[in-house]
């Protein structure tokens, strides 16, 4: 099946810990990206990868960092030095970032929270 | 600053009857325009986009953008109660999308 995979579903974070959080696509897409979602909020980018090697900061970027190592895989490390990471991780990707009709689809999330 | 808006509802509408979702947008330069549905505690799905002033339609969806007024909307007819949601409105400016936070949409049999 092609899709968007990210793990763990649910991470505990203690104060002062790094974590990472895992995004896998098999659909051969080129961009991948990494928003956060708090309740009631809508989405905001932390950071995207239009191809390997290279990555954008989002609008959110403090605190957090990535990797596109491979084009299938875009992890996000979420780091002490941010502030309130409790929230819900969303990955997506798409196909041609820049085009009219490029359309980002989502994997099922991650939910962090921190003790 | 590129901003998004949307009604934060609750939205309530019978079963069968027309919802209509709307969302407004700051930057008159915006390519496309998506509309996304996120059930609770769930990812969003894309229901359709649009880029052309006018009417898409798709199924039940309809989806309208007036680029001169700075507006989209998505209609959805027979509403059922498994489209009770929350509808997120997204707008693309260069390789981002900008969301706005989304109406909560609550079909009630």
């Known amino acids: 099946d092609g899709g968007i995979t990210q793990s763990p579903k649910y991470l505990f974070r203690k104060e002062g810990q790094n974590v990472t959080l895992s995004c896998e696509q098999n659909?051969?897409?080129?961009?991948m990206y990494w928003y956060r979602q708090d309740p009631g909020q809508g989405l905001r980018l932390i950071y995207y990868?239009?191809?390997?090697?290279?990555?954008q900061k989002g609008d959110i970027a403090e605190g957090y960092s990535v990797s596109r190592e491979k084009k299938e895989s875009f992890p996000l490390t979420v780091t002490s030095a941010q502030k309130n990471p409790t929230a819900f991780y969303l990955c997506?990707?798409?196909?041609?970032?820049?085009?009219?009709?490029?359309?980002?689809?989502f994997g099922p999330g991650t939910r962090l929270t921190v003790l | 600053q590129k901003e998004v808006e949307q009604n934060s509802g609750p939205l309530s509408v019978p079963e069968g009857a027309i919802a209509s979702l709307n969302c407004t947008y700051s930057?008159?330069?915006?390519?496309?325009f998506f509309w996304y549905r996120q059930y609770s505690g769930k990812s969003p799905e894309l229901i359709m986009f649009?880029?052309?002033?006018g009417d898409k339609e798709d199924g039940r969806f309809t989806a309208q953008l007036n680029k001169a007024s700075q507006y989209v909307s998505l209609l959805i007819r027979d509403s059922q109660p498994s489209d009770s949601a929350t509808y997120l409105c997204?707008?693309?400016?260069?390789?981002?999308?900008?969301f706005g936070a989304g109406t909560i949409l609550r079909v009630k049999s």
């Open positions: 997506a990707s798409s196909t041609l970032a820049g085009e009219l009709t490029d359309t980002q689809y």
């Open positions: 659909l051969n897409h080129d961009a």
């Open positions: 990868s239009q191809i390997v090697n290279d990555f």
């Open positions: 930057d008159r330069g915006s390519q496309s």
């Open positions: 649009i880029y052309s002033n």
């Open positions: 997204a707008v693309k400016y260069g390789n981002k999308l900008v």
